[in-house]
């Protein structure tokens, strides 16, 4: 990655008032995590590393595409969140690998290598659903179905309580358009099934 690769970051609270989980549309650490709860045992990850350099900083962990912060009880959310987010950007814009290999099981390096290298745009999509999307909508009593992906338009179809709901045109646009647009790149828009 280059110094001008655009990279999104939002946050998302946790049910820990002390943690915040900061979402990146870039792929971090697929199909592992790693928690370091001291700034000693964050010795083989440069993200990690990095953020522990911040002094209201207790705990780092690092998943697919995410960064969860602990942060010392004494500081406020709104004064460190910012610094917090350049500098989780800067380090993925710098290209650094932000966990060293010796740390991850080789069945996972292998995992991520073939996956990088065959997953087709229509595969990472089926995957978020199923990941992300689905288990949302399940509980709110609805159910979401892959229908197809062809020029750049994942068409979803909507059923249970979604394909009658109000809000089901905002959820498609606003939650699972972003996050598809985010995470897969060919993706331009998101619309559901007219059947």
């Keep these: 990655?280059?110094?001008?690769?655009?990279?999104?970051?939002?946050?998302?609270?946790?049910?820990?008032?002390?943690?915040?989980k900061f979402v990146t549309d870039r792929h971090i650490l697929p199909n592992f995590q790693l928690d370091f709860r001291t700034k000693e045992l964050a010795a083989g990850s440069g993200l990690a590393k990095t953020l522990f350099e911040i002094p209201f900083v207790?705990?780092?962990?690092?998943?697919?595409?995410?960064?969860?912060?602990?942060?010392?009880?004494?500081?406020?959310?709104f004064e460190i969140t910012p610094e917090l987010k350049e500098a989780i950007k800067q380090f993925l814009q710098s290209g650094k690998k932000p966990?060293?290999?010796?740390?991850?099981?080789?069945?996972?390096?292998l995992e991520q290598k073939s996956e990088a290298a065959n997953e087709s745009p229509e595969t990472k999509i089926k995957d978020l659903l199923e990941k992300y999307v689905k288990p949302a909508v399940q509980?709110?009593?609805?159910?979401?179905?892959?229908?197809?992906?062809?020029n750049g338009?994942?068409?979803l179809s909507l059923q249970g309580s979604c394909s009658s709901c109000p809000s089901?045109?905002?959820?498609?646009?606003?939650?699972?358009?972003?996050?598809?647009?985010?995470?897969?790149?060919?993706?331009?828009?998101?619309?559901?099934?007219?059947?």
């Design 99 to 109: 966990v060293d290999e010796t740390l991850l099981p080789k069945d996972v390096l």
């Design 58 to 77: 207790s705990g780092v962990f690092i998943a697919n595409n995410f960064v969860t912060v602990t942060k010392k009880a004494e500081y406020d959310w």
């Design 1 to 20: 990655m280059t110094a001008e690769t655009i990279i999104d970051i939002y946050t998302e609270m946790t049910p820990n008032p002390e943690s915040l």
């Design 168 to 195: 089901s045109t905002l959820t498609l646009k606003s939650g699972i358009e972003g996050l598809l647009k985010r995470m897969v790149p060919e993706v331009e828009e998101v619309i559901a099934d007219a059947d």
């Design 139 to 150: 509980m709110d009593g609805g159910h979401i179905e892959f229908k197809s992906f062809e």
């Design 153 to 155: 338009t994942v068409t």
